[in-house]
């Protein structure tokens, strides 16, 4: 799966490998609706991931009259670092992901994720978001992520990324019998220590516009909303890759 923050028009259409493998189907993102529905049918992509600035009505405008389906809407929030927020009270009980945890974690990811856009699409089966979001955790805990951190007795865990001295999110869940407790606060307050450790001076997270909660854990550790825009979906008929694993 695929992080970007990029939301310019003038950036061409890409077809995903990640994502087209994952749903056994080409899947392109793109970031401006002109000629978009030509290119993809050229392309024989499957699925259209469209990203709007919220701030291009016009643009959002054409998108749903060429057939995009809005799924969501995407917040992005930033930190500089060191942030003092982020230590206050200074102990947390988050810590390092063990191999052992997968399997609690990921029926933690199986059933934390389902507000985003993945399962707002009525085209894609929920189960397999479901299990797109096992698949990216377990990716994560492989390598992928450059940390991964778990709180209390895997009650939630946070991806992070670092980039030179950018640094992000990726995912972040606390399983739902868990919610309210401050876990959430620990995770990204682990997620910044670490990473400032490592030389980083700004931290990312995108979450949805719909998610008020996780907004308010990020607002109350020093973020704050640096972007907003708009996530449209469009199949073109199945788009199947014969050559991937589904």
């Not at 778990?150 to 030179?164: A, L, N, P």
Request: proline share 4%.
């Amino acid at each position: 799966m695929s992080i970007t923050t990029k939301t310019t028009a003038e950036q061409r259409p890409e077809i995903l490998a990640w994502d087209s493998e994952f749903w056994n189907m080409k899947v392109a993102r793109a970031y401006g609706v002109d000629g978009l529905s030509e290119w993809a049918l050229e392309n024989t992509v499957g699925l259209v991931a469209l990203l709007i600035d919220s701030d291009r009505p016009d643009e959002a405008q054409k998108a749903e009259a060429d057939g995009f389906r809005l799924t969501a809407v995407r917040v992005t929030l930033s930190t500089v670092l060191p942030n003092p927020l982020a230590y206050s009270p200074p102990s947390w009980k988050a810590r390092g992901a063990r191999p052992d945890e997968f399997g609690r974690l990921a029926a933690i990811a199986r059933t934390a994720h389902r507000i985003t856009r993945f399962y707002a699409d009525p085209t894609l089966d929920d189960e397999r978001c479901d299990d797109l979001y096992q698949r990216w955790l377990e990716q994560s805990l492989s390598g992928w992520a450059h940390a991964v951190f778990v709180v209390g007795e895997t009650e939630g865990y946070v991806t992070v990324h670092i980039d030179g001295e950018s640094s992000s999110i990726g995912l972040i869940a606390v399983a739902e019998e868990s919610r309210r407790k401050g876990f959430g606060r620990d995770l990204v307050r682990q997620a910044l220590f670490w990473a400032h450790g490592c030389g980083a001076t700004e931290m990312t997270v995108v979450t949805q516009g719909r998610n008020v909660a996780a907004q308010r854990v990020f607002q109350a550790c020093g973020f704050r909303t640096t972007n907003t825009s708009l996530w449209y979906h469009k199949r073109f008929g199945d788009g199947q890759n014969p050559g991937s694993r589904g």
